[in-house]
């Protein structure tokens, strides 16, 4: 399986940008995929996660509200819609994906077996 993210971009605070991750194929009916996001210097943290049984999100407490995500079943595309961007969200966005998560593990990196590589979103000041 392999997973093809895009949308980042450098914008200014206050702007929205959309970023998609679309896996080649789904592997089984607990399919997750979820965001992550790594700022120079940092440990990668937990953004966002969409469980496919049941239509489940997931979010990091501190981006409720400004970030939403959903679904495009078809194209096996999950898309993070992030409003009223920061500064302090600049970082390179990483898309996961897992076929049998333990929903314990859901918001860690090490629940993750699929990665795709990352996009940057810059947000200006």
């Known amino acids: 399986v392999q997973l093809q993210a895009s949308g980042g971009g450098l914008v200014q605070a206050g702007d929205s940008l959309r970023l998609s991750c679309q896996a080649s194929r789904r592997t089984s009916s607990r399919w997750v995929m979820a965001w992550f996001r790594q700022a120079p210097g940092k440990e990668r943290e937990f953004v966002s996660a969409y469980r496919w049984d049941g239509g489940y999100t997931y979010f990091a407490e501190s981006l409720k509200g400004r970030f939403t995500v959903s679904r495009d079943t078809a194209e096996n595309t999950i898309f993070l819609q992030m409003n009223s961007l920061k500064p302090e969200d600049t970082a390179a966005y990483y898309c996961?994906?897992?076929?049998?998560?333990?929903?314990?593990?859901?918001?860690?990196?090490?629940?993750?077996?699929?990665w795709g590589q990352g996009t940057q979103v810059t947000v200006s000041s």
């Open positions: 996961a994906a897992s076929s049998n998560i333990i929903l314990s593990s859901l918001r860690r990196p090490e629940g993750y077996a699929i």
